[in-house]
């Protein structure tokens, strides 16, 4: 495997990461985070480059990542430990050069924007100080030691973890400098449509439901309809944000995209729980309606207002799909109100973020059977741990 299509395999399946690169076509550093994460970037919250070397084993294992402040407290955090040559000599080269490029990925991996990236003269001393020859640095799998040493380097950047039997391991932290953005109009064909994407768009909601068609579009094809109706006395209106059909599973989808574009910057994190958790809320009322007219046997029409001809029999998918699920905060009237909708409703009920989901997806593998089977696993688990703050863990048994 090449290094480009190992970096494409990553892109595609690491759900954060970072990447430094630097090959024929130049250098430039590669980010894959959330889409509300880029966006409070672009609005200038402050960005930490953290790089660690574990000169307890031989030879040194070298460990990344970003600290993002995107919350003055609980700021978001990508860390990972680099395992090949290229990674080690291209971190070296960017270090010697006045700027490099900067490329923000979002959950689907596509590429939303760019900026150039820029960091102090003193600040490229240490961190190539720190590096010492790129050459005699740890290549190789991520096994046990790697695993340990990147949690001693979780805990020496004071990240506050609960990691046990760690130790420190020297670090740096520096700012890097963003100026110069350009903000990518990404276009995606589909079986169905022709979506258009910008990450700064400030109808944030629509965004997010066009992401979702696009994750979805391949698994389900012409079964896949975004804003279906249905009819009203005085003309039509939308039954859900998006309706998926398969042989043996019916999936309806309500997105609740977290605003940020128009947000405060550094907005307390009280603020956006509760924000979050009232869209939430309103979701679940959105979509057990939706459910009550499927169950009713309404009409339901496509946006063209033609007749969609399915079996509406089948226990529905309701997913409230938001663009990020943040673990904080009391969650126990949402949980209650899942639950209850579930029980008088006959209905799955997931709540999910859109990087959970696109792991689902992808596990699914291209089979909407597997995708139904998942889901309803994870309704499961849901009533089991009464945790809705869950993320999927697929074991290999083969």
């Known amino acids: 495997m090449t290094t480009e299509e190992r970096i494409c395999e990553e892109l595609l399946h690491e759900p954060a990461s970072i990447w430094f690169i630097n090959d024929d076509f130049g250098a430039k550093v590669m980010i894959k985070i959330t889409s509300p994460i880029i966006k409070s970037i672009m609005k200038g919250c402050k960005v930490e480059f ?47 050069r006045s700027f490099t490029h900067i490329h923000f990925h979002n959950e ?21 100080n720190l590096q010492g020859n790129p ?68 109808d944030e909601g629509s965004i997010l439901e066009k992401e979702v068609t696009i994750i979805l579009d391949d698994l389900f094809k012409q079964k896949l309809y975004l804003n279906p109706q249905i009819a009203r006395t005085n003309g039509y209106r939308e039954l859900t944000d998006v309706l998926a059909i398969s042989d043996n599973g019916l999936f309806l989808i309500e997105s609740k995209a977290v605003g940020v574009m128009d947000s405060e910057l550094n907005k307390l994190m009280e603020k956006k729980v509760k924000g979050l958790q009232k869209q939430i809320s309103t979701g ?4 057990v309606g939706a459910s009550k007219k499927v169950t009713a046997n309404t009409t339901i029409y496509d ?33 209650y109100k899942i639950f209850k909708a579930m029980a008088e409703n006959k209905i799955y009920l997931n709540v999910v973020d859109l990087r959970e989901f696109m792991q689902y997806i992808g596990h699914a593998r291209g089979s909407a059977d597997r995708l139904n089977l998942m889901l309803i696993e994870r309704v499961e688990a849901l009533v089991k741990n009464k945790n809705i703050h869950m993320r999927l863990n697929v074991v290999n048994n083969s």
């Open 135 to 202: 050459e005699s640095l740890y290549c190789g799998k991520f096994d046990e030691r790697i695993s340990r040493s990147l949690d001693c380097f979780d805990h020496s950047i004071k990240m506050e973890s609960k990691h046990k039997n760690v130790y420190e391991i020297e670090t740096i932290a520096v700012e890097g400098k963003l100026q110069d953005w350009i903000i990518m109009k990404n276009t995606v064909i589909g079986f169905n449509k022709i979506n258009h994407v910008m990450v700064d768009d400030k």
């Open 108 to 128: 689907l991996g596509i590429c939303v924007a760019t900026a150039k990236l820029s960091f102090s003269i003193a600040d490229q001393f240490r961190i190539l």
């Open 284 to 287: 679940i009322d959105q979509i």
């Open 303 to 335: 946006r063209h207002l033609e007749e969609i001809i399915f079996d509406k029999t089948p226990f529905p998918h309701c997913i409230v799909l938001v663009s990020e699920l943040l673990p904080f905060g009391d969650w126990k009237t949402i949980k």
């Open 50 to 96: 953290l790089f660690g070397k574990d000169g307890s084993h031989q030879p040194a294992i070298f460990h990344s990542g970003l600290r993002i402040y995107d919350d003055p407290i609980n700021f978001a955090a990508v860390i990972g430990t680099e395992l090949f040559p290229d990674e080690h000599t291209s971190l070296a080269a960017i270090m010697n």
